[in-house]
């Protein structure tokens, strides 16, 4: 079969085809959005669990999302702080730097070393303009793009987006529809028209705020696109951006993440009211997409530019396969099967130090 019947076949390959799709530089989030050291964000791309951290450095981290010990996942909420990440079941913990620092009943094992047991570090890059990326490839990532740092800093000039926009609010939502619906983009496109016209009614910018906005030419509305699955738009008639991301989540399901922020020091903000108006409208998109998607046929998404994109990186990862010689996979690797590991595992198992969660019950005051 080739790349492109493959990618359009239904059925789970499609869900491992779009990961490799997604060994490009992705967007997640925005500085912002890690308030303090310990602030962290839980991602599921196309079935590998992330989390992204804000370290005592305040540099953003990214951590592939499953204990080193049992492989059970650490942080079990969407979005927490805390600068010492337990895992519910056995009481591993870990820092902001992925450090393994506490590990009950192995600290007497022989040959037990924490510093190899510490969490998976994944690619992750902050722009100048305070967007995080991550590059799921487990060797060396591709170079972060040079024509995608132009175009962040292209907007940033449209929109303000920067390093102190302040995130206003943002959530997850789940559509019952196939990812690469999301290839299509009319429905963005209805739903921004709308909301723009919303938001406008609901910030009644003030005359000196709209004098100042036309003098600094900031009228404009602006949209850039990150590939895959990425929008970010920034309002005309206010110093506010939106991102919207899609994730492929299985065959059938797709996560829409969106983030508001506000780049403006002149406007007043009712943040409850505009948490309530994108968060309505977004979830009529994900109506709307869900219910389009019985009608979508091969041709619409065979045709999309974002397909076109997708279908040219398939094809450069598998010359890159072919020069390496084998497989490139995403950062998603198995605990490490020592002899020691494997003589603590039993000894852990001897003295039962399975936790409070193990068995789906309480959670012991460790459930990130
Ligand atoms: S699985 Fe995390 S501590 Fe055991």
Redesign the pocket.
């Known amino acids: 079969m080739d790349i492109l019947h493959s990618y359009l076949s239904p059925g789970s390959v499609l869900v491992a085809i779009a990961t490799l799709a997604f060994l490009t530089w992705l967007y997640l989030a925005h500085i912002n959005q890690f308030a303090k050291p310990g602030a962290y964000q839980s991602f599921d791309i196309a079935g590998f669990p992330i989390f992204l951290i804000r370290g005592k450095d305040d540099k953003i981290r990214a951590f592939h999302n499953v204990?080193?010990?049992?492989?059970?996942t650490?942080t079990r909420k969407e979005t927490g702080a805390s600068t010492v990440l337990?895992?519910?079941?056995?009481?591993?913990s870990y820092d902001t730097l992925g450090r393994l620092v506490k590990?009950p009943q192995f600290d007497d094992v022989p040959g037990f070393d924490k510093s190899e047991n510490s969490l998976f570090e994944i690619h992750a890059h902050t722009t100048e303009q305070g967007l995080v990326f991550v590059n799921l490839d487990s060797g060396e990532p591709a170079l972060f793009e040079d024509s995608v740092r132009a175009s962040l800093e292209d907007f940033k000039r449209d929109s303000g987006l920067g390093t102190k926009s302040e995130w206003v609010t943002g959530q997850t939502l789940t559509g019952s529809f196939n990812w690469k619906l999301g290839a299509t983009d009319r429905h963005f496109k209805n739903a921004l028209v709308q909301l723009e016209q919303r938001v406008s009614e609901t910030l009644r910018p003030s005359f000196a705020t709209q004098l100042m906005r036309t003098l600094t030419l900031k009228n404009k509305k602006s949209t850039l696109s990150l590939f895959p699955g990425t929008l970010i738009y920034s309002f005309e008639k206010a110093d506010l951006e939106l991102a919207l991301t899609l994730f492929p989540a299985s065959d059938t399901t797709t996560q829409i993440r969106y983030d508001l922020f506000d780049s403006g020091s002149t406007q007043e903000t009712d943040e409850g009211a505009l948490a309530s108006i994108i968060g309505e409208a977004l979830r009529l998109l994900v109506k709307n997409m869900e219910s389009d998607s019985e009608y979508v046929t091969q041709n619409v998404v065979e045709s999309s530019a974002t397909t076109h994109k997708i279908l040219k990186r398939l094809r450069e990862h598998q010359k890159m396969e072919k020069m390496r010689g084998g497989q490139i996979l995403p950062a998603m690797r198995q605990p490490k099967g020592s002899l020691f590991f494997q003589q603590a595992e039993q000894l852990?198992k001897e003295l039962d130090?399975?936790?409070p969660g193990?068995n789906g019950a309480g959670s012991g005051g460790l459930d990130w």
Do not use: K, M
Not at 86 to 92: A, F, L, T
């Open positions: 204990c080193r010990h049992r492989a059970y650490i337990g895992c519910r079941y056995h009481g591993w590990a852990c130090c399975s936790g193990a």
